[in-house]
């Protein structure tokens, strides 16, 4: 009964839309209508969509309709809507609580858990070096691609203070000292995230280099400090509608509604990133491998399923190890790799980010040179290594990372309109490149059997 009324709500709001939209052309492009009559139609169609989204219970679908609300609030009445602002403030703050404790586990548990490094050797040494070939591949890309498109350009989001932005007249030493914490207190509170990472990074190498008996204790502590982390995020997320809907409204009513142009271009210009990382660098990647590629797309064809519907990488961990296994590469292999790529190996993310960075700054107004990019695109894939298994993770560390940089955060907020469509499409490329990951480095080891994935 329920699950009827729903689908019914769900035929009256898209009917509702379709005939607002309809009268939006006759007016646009006909004949003048009735301002009244315009406003009637839209603030139904919107309280049908309320209404289903209530029926719904779906974070995805209430971030949805808080945008549809924000932006016709920012339409209608724009004094009202600028000031919403405290609203996406707020949920920045509860953000920026998250940033250097999920860095923190996610990081040491990560790196201190592959303490079998030193057992494997060569086989982490060539996982490592092919995890960051081809995320830089990724990141180069996703960086190309948004300078192309320029989708952020117009959106005309607040600049932060100009003496928090990034300048040229850096000296090469003062950018290396930056890297490195003098007190780590000082850099969380700070929100000085390369230098968090750093310190994270370290503090995982020397966790893994203790004993056993001793490295458990604080290992343990990091793994639950990371779902405890995961489990707050979704929290923190629940605010998210209240947030994406103020941060939507408060930019339509100060800009206009071209910010939804900018999202359009912004999910199309990822789109066709990903799809040229697949050709242009997945293809080529498994090729020079010898990789049958229709036997390895019906492997991956499941695990890479799950990764697009549940938006979490993690999901479809499990399928995908057995996947690969039956594929013919040795449990050893698919063991350490799959895992480990998992940490190091977010091919989606990373281009993701990198794009969704820049979008932000083109937002602002803000120019970065190409150094800057660079340094940019540098932070942000460290700071993601570890958070794919949390669905919309990577806005976290775009918000913690574009911090200190001094770029402006409404547009960050924007993004979540469009957020689950574009966490699907690079979820999903985070589990294909960790698959062919996994083949790729047992095809350099000879542990893949190529009478069993050559079958068919």
């Known amino acids: 009964m329920k699950a009827d009324m729903k689908n019914k709500i769900l035929l009256l709001t898209l009917a509702a839309f379709a005939l607002a939209l309809l009268l939006w052309a006759v007016h646009s492009f006909v004949v003048p209508l009735s301002a009244t009559l315009l406003f009637a139609v839209r603030w139904t169609a919107i309280a049908f969509l309320i209404v289903y989204a209530l029926y719904k219970r779906s974070l995805t679908t209430w971030i949805f309709a808080a945008m549809v609300v924000g932006a016709a609030l920012g339409h209608d009445w724009p004094g009202v809507a600028v000031n919403l602002r405290v609203l996406s403030l707020v949920f920045l703050r509860l953000i920026k609580t998250l940033i250097a404790p999920l860095l923190f586990a996610t990081l040491v548990s990560g790196i201190a858990s592959q303490s079998n490094l030193k057992k494997v050797g060569r086989m982490g040494i060539k996982a490592i070096v092919y995890f960051e070939i081809i995320t830089t591949l990724a990141l180069l890309i996703g960086l190309a691609a948004i300078n192309i498109s320029q989708a952020g350009v117009g959106v005309h989001a607040a600049p932060a203070p100009e003496e928090t932005l990034p300048t040229q007249k850096l000296t090469l030493t003062q950018v290396i000292l930056h890297i490195f914490p003098e007190n780590i207190a000082k850099s969380v509170a700070e929100g000085q995230v390369l230098e968090v990472v750093v310190f994270c990074i370290l503090f995982g190498i020397a966790l893994a280099m203790v004993r056993e008996e001793r490295r458990q204790p604080i290992l343990k502590f990091a793994e639950s400090l990371a779902e405890t982390m995961f489990k707050f995020t979704n929290l923190v997320m ?65 695990p890479v399923s799950i990764a697009f519907g549940t938006s979490s990488s993690e999901a479809a961990l499990p399928r995908a190890m057995e996947a690969m296994e039956a594929f013919g590469v040795s449990r050893q292999v698919v063991a350490f790799v799959m895992p480990t790529g998992y940490t190091f190996n977010l091919d989606g993310s990373t281009l993701y980010l990198s794009l969704a960075a820049i979008f932000v700054a083109q937002a602002g107004g803000i120019h970065l040179s190409f150094g800057h990019q660079v340094l940019l695109m540098v932070v942000l894939m460290l700071t993601s290594k570890g958070v794919a298994g949390v669905s919309r993770a990577s806005i976290v560390v775009l918000l913690g990372t574009i911090g200190s940089f001094g770029l402006p955060v409404e547009p960050v907020f924007i993004l979540l309109g469009v957020d689950q469509i574009m966490d699907m499409a690079r979820t999903s490329v985070n589990v294909l490149g960790n698959c062919l990951a996994t083949v790729v480095v047992a095809r350099w080891e000879g542990e893949l059997q190529d009478g069993q994935a050559a079958a068919g």
Request: net charge positive; proline share 5%; no cysteine.
């Open 238 to 302: 629940y605010f998210a509608p209240f947030g994406v809907g103020a941060a939507i409204a408060y930019t339509v009513g100060s800009t206009g509604m071209g910010v939804m142009v900018n999202l359009a271009k912004l999910l199309l210009t990822l789109l066709a990133a990903l799809l040229i990382f697949i050709f242009g660098v997945l293809l080529p990647v498994a090729l020079l491998a010898r990789v049958p590629i229709k036997k390895f797309i019906a492997a991956v064809t499941e």
